[in-house]
């Protein structure tokens, strides 16, 4: 009996989808290399941005060596801290000299009399505070330069509130209140030192404006503030002597009786206090540490960004780079540099500084040390060495190279603008093979639809032929 047998096509076995997921999957396979691409792009710009960011430090650090200022450190000190102190600005001339402090400086401070009752009011007028200078013999009072400070008294104020205006009157004097068994008192302190810093209050009443008049010395109204009023510290400048030479200030600070040494009295000295001022080389060593650090920081990113692993046989990120390898060898001849400004030192090699295998710099210290000790003039010169039109001190000409290699023009500029560049590639060509594949995923589809179209009318007419030869073959039988 003849028969005709399903091949499997149409709604009755054949997968389409499947078969359009693996088609599609194939034509995808581009991406998965565009996004490892992008992903080493990106690991790149990261991996020179660190290098950008090392060299920047090694720039601040040649800078230091390469500048007058990083050489001109000094220390300061003192045979007593507890009774003088001092410091210095770089530059400064070593020296030492002998310091006796006779006295501190003073405020001006005053209390007035005893006034009751407490809490009651003072009575109106006009309070004048001057700023100025007295003198003991014969008393007076010299005014500063200067607008006096007139503070007008209501007549219902208290003292509280006489103390609060002066406060707020920005002259130059604080005011507080004392109160005692006696009554309560106001109390007056200029804000400075010194005797130019001294002060004069006087009271004005009744539109009578000559503060000496009686009506404004007596004792009664406003003028008990000035009345009785007396001094319970004059107002003093600090003295001392320097090297036996008597000076004084109108602060504890000494700002500027030695050239470039500022000295603190503490408190009065029993003998003589001895401040030295002498180079820093502590100082020098740690800039030049810093220089190494930075070097070596630098030098070892390299090193690691560029290695070859002959076990597994893979290289590092930037492994063959040839810009990073010429990188790497303009820092090494940068630190090889000769240097003419010094007629002992011309390599970093002749103060201790030598250059290791991998490229890394390491620091004798004994020879260093040596060499701060006994030359440190010709040490700067080798660093910093400007002079004669050659420049080529070792941190000048390291400090030239990394403004080269920082500027907008410079290697790391460029170098970015070509890897932002290949990410621009890499995204429009992403674009490109997304819509390619999109394009062949819907035309891939709309033929299999076609297909399983016609597959399922295939099967249609099968069974339509099948149920024509039974019939067929029960008729003849």
Do not use: C, H
Not at 217 to 243: C, E, F, I, P, Y
């Amino acid at each position: 009996m003849a028969t005709i047998s399903s091949v499997g096509v149409g709604t009755t076995g054949l997968d389409s989808a499947g078969i359009i997921e693996k088609l599609v999957n194939l034509e995808k396979a581009p991406l998965t290399t565009l996004t490892t691409q992008k992903a080493t792009v990106n690991a790149k710009i990261s991996a020179f941005g660190q290098m950008k960011s090392l060299v920047s430090t090694l720039s601040d650090a040649a800078s230091k060596l390469s500048s007058v200022t990083g050489w001109n450190a000094v220390s300061t000190t003192s045979s007593d801290s507890k009774y003088v102190s001092a410091t210095a600005v770089g530059g400064t001339l070593p020296t030492t000299f002998s310091v006796e402090v006779q006295s501190l400086a003073k405020a001006q401070a005053t209390a007035s009399a005893a006034l009751l009752p407490v809490g009651g009011a003072l009575g109106a007028g006009t309070l004048r505070l001057e700023l100025g200078k007295w003198s003991v013999s014969p008393a007076s009072f010299a005014p500063a330069s200067g607008v006096p400070v007139d503070i007008e008294i209501s007549a219902s104020d208290k003292l509280s509130d006489v103390a609060s205006k002066i406060n707020g009157a920005n002259a130059g004097v604080t005011a507080s209140i004392l109160t005692d068994a006696s009554g309560e008192r106001l109390l007056l302190r200029s804000k400075t030192t010194g005797e130019a810093a001294g002060f004069r209050l006087s009271a004005m009443e009744g539109g009578d404006t000559d503060i000496t008049s009686a009506a404004n010395t007596d004792a009664s109204g406003l003028s008990r503030l000035v009345n009785g009023s007396t001094v319970t510290q004059a107002a003093a400048d600090a003295k001392a002597k320097v090297n036996g030479i008597a000076v004084s200030s109108g602060t504890n600070t000494f700002a500027s009786t030695v050239s470039g040494v500022s000295f603190t009295a503490v408190q009065v000295t029993t003998a003589p206090i001895d401040i030295s001022v002498a180079q820093d080389t502590s100082a020098v060593s740690t800039n030049i540490d810093a220089f190494v650090s930075a070097y070596n920081a630098i030098n070892q990113l390299i090193n690691e960004a560029t290695k070859f692993d002959s076990t597994a046989g893979t290289g590092a990120l930037l492994q063959g780079d040839s810009t990073t390898i010429s990188l790497q060898n303009m820092l090494r001849s940068a630190v090889q540099t000769v240097s003419t400004g010094s007629s002992v030192f011309q390599r970093l090699a002749d103060v201790g500084i030598t250059q290791q295998r991998g490229g890394d710099l390491a620091v004798d210290s004994t020879k260093l040390k040596k060499a701060m000790t006994e030359n440190m003039d010709e040490l700067k010169n080798m660093f910093r060495n400007t002079g004669g039109g050659s420049a080529d001190g070792v941190a000048v000409k390291v400090k030239a190279m990394a403004t080269n290699l920082l500027s907008d023009a410079g290697f790391f500029k460029s170098k970015d603008n070509a890897l932002q560049l290949a990410l621009k590639r890499n995204a429009s060509e992403v674009t490109r093979v997304e819509a390619k594949v999109d394009a062949f995923e819907k035309r891939i589809t709309a033929r299999y639809n076609a297909l399983d179209t016609q597959m399922s009318s295939l099967t249609a007419l099968n069974a339509y032929i099948s149920q024509q030869v039974t019939t067929w073959n029960k008729s003849s039988g």
